[in-house]
C-alpha cells in the first residue's frame, strides 16, 4: 500500500496565524496537497495531521469536496516530529510513505506518482533544487563565512520512504533528542542512501504571509498548480 502523510499542524508563528486553514485559490491552504494526492493513480490512503482544534474543520472540508482517500485525520503536536509520529502511529510497518508539508500547495500529482516509482524501486526519494545564491554563516548580524554552494540543495517534499525505515530512523531518534526539519534528516543518519529528484521553483512553503501573496500571482498567472 502507498500512503500520503500530510502534515498541517502547527502555530504558524512566522505566519502569524494558523496559516493551514488561510484560503487559496478558494481552498485552505493545506487541502491543496490532499487535492494533489487524491489525484495521484500511485496513492491509495491518505492520512493528514493537523492541530487538535482542527480536526473537525478538515473533516468538514474533505468531506464536502467528495475526497474518498483520506482514511483518518488525526491531531499533531507541538514539533513537527511530535506530528510526523502522531501521523507515522496511524500508518502499518509495510508499504511505502509519501511524506508532504501541508504548507506547499503546488505540488503535482504526477510528481507523487514518480516519487513512488522511484522508492519501490531504489529506496528513499526526496524533492531537491540547487542552491543558486551565496551562502554565508552569520552570527549576531556578523558574516562569519562563506559557505561554498557545491553540492548543496534545498530539500523539499514529497519525500519517500520504505514506512519499516522511516518508523525505525524516527523511532530510534529519540533517545538521541534530534530534531530534523525534514524527513530524509532521520534517515540520512541511518546511513541508508536517499535519491534526489529534481524539485520546482514553485513547489513553494508558505512560511510568511507574502508567501501566500506570491502562490495567488502564480495561481492567476496560471503558473501553478
Ligand atoms: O513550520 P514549517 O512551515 O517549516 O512546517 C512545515 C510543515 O510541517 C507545515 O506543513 C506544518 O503544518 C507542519 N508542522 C506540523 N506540526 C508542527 C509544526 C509544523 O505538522 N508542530
Same mark, same amino acid.
Given at each position: 500500500?502507498?500512503?500520503?502523510?500530510?502534515?498541517?499542524? +502547527?502555530?504558524?508563528?512566522?505566519? +502569524?496565524?494558523?496559516?493551514?486553514?488561510?484560503?487559496?485559490?478558494?481552498?485552505?491552504?493545506?487541502?491543496?496537497?490532499?487535492?494533489?494526492?487524491?489525484?495521484?493513480?500511485?496513492?491509495?490512503?491518505?492520512?493528514?495531521?493537523?492541530?487538535?482544534?482542527?480536526?473537525?474543520?478538515?473533516?468538514?472540508?474533505?468531506?464536502?469536496?467528495?475526497?474518498?482517500?483520506?482514511?483518518?485525520?488525526?491531531?499533531?503536536?507541538?514539533?513537527?516530529?511530535?506530528?510526523?509520529?502522531? +501521523?507515522?502511529?496511524?500508518?502499518?510497518?509495510?508499504?511505502?510513505?509519501?511524506?508532504?508539508?501541508?504548507?506547499?500547495?503546488?505540488?503535482?500529482?504526477?510528481?507523487?506518482? *514518480?516519487?513512488?516509482?522511484?522508492?519501490?524501486?531504489?529506496?528513499?526519494?526526496?524533492? *531537491?533544487?540547487?542552491?543558486?545564491?551565496?551562502?554565508?554563516?552569520?552570527?549576531?548580524?556578523?558574516?562569519?563565512?562563506?559557505?561554498?554552494?557545491? +553540492?548543496?540543495?534545498?530539500?523539499?517534499?514529497?519525500?519517500?520512504?520504505?514506512?519499516?525505515?522511516?518508523?525505525?530512523? &524516527?523511532?530510534?531518534?529519540?533517545?538521541?533528542?534530534? *530534531?530534523?526539519?525534514?524527513?530524509?534528516?532521520?534517515?540520512?543518519?541511518?546511513?541508508?542512501?536517499?535519491? &534526489?529528484?529534481?524539485?520546482?521553483?514553485?513547489?513553494?512553503?508558505?512560511?510568511?504571509?507574502?508567501?501566500?501573496?506570491?502562490?495567488?500571482?502564480?495561481? *492567476?498567472?496560471?503558473?501553478?498548480?
Amino acid at each position: 500500500m502507498r500512503f500520503g502523510l500530510i502534515l498541517a499542524a +502547527g502555530r504558524g508563528e512566522r505566519f +502569524g496565524a494558523p496559516k493551514q486553514q488561510a484560503i487559496l485559490g478558494g481552498h485552505p491552504l493545506a487541502l491543496w496537497s490532499i487535492l494533489a494526492f487524491e489525484q495521484s493513480s500511485a496513492v491509495d490512503l491518505i492520512v493528514m495531521v493537523v492541530d487538535a482544534g482542527n480536526v473537525e474543520f478538515f473533516e468538514h472540508q474533505i468531506r464536502m469536496r467528495g475526497i474518498e482517500k483520506v482514511e483518518a485525520v488525526v491531531p499533531g503536536g507541538k514539533e513537527r516530529i511530535d506530528s510526523l509520529k502522531a +501521523g507515522l502511529k496511524v500508518l502499518p510497518d509495510e508499504g511505502y510513505v509519501a511524506v508532504q508539508d501541508g504548507a506547499r500547495p503546488f505540488v503535482k500529482a504526477e510528481e507523487v506518482t *514518480a516519487g513512488f516509482r522511484l522508492v519501490e524501486k531504489k529506496g528513499p526519494v526526496i524533492y *531537491a533544487l540547487p542552491v543558486t545564491d551565496t551562502i554565508k554563516r552569520v552570527e549576531q548580524k556578523v558574516l562569519k563565512e562563506t559557505i561554498s554552494r557545491d +553540492g548543496l540543495y534545498r530539500a523539499q517534499t514529497p519525500q519517500f520512504f520504505p514506512l519499516e525505515v522511516l518508523k525505525e530512523a &524516527v523511532l530510534s531518534s529519540g533517545d538521541e533528542g534530534f *530534531a530534523g526539519t525534514d524527513e530524509a534528516s532521520y534517515v540520512e543518519r541511518m546511513g541508508v542512501d536517499i535519491h &534526489v529528484l529534481p524539485g520546482r521553483e514553485e513547489n513553494i512553503k508558505i512560511t510568511f504571509p507574502q508567501d501566500l501573496e506570491l502562490a495567488e500571482k502564480l495561481l *492567476a498567472s496560471g503558473t501553478c498548480p
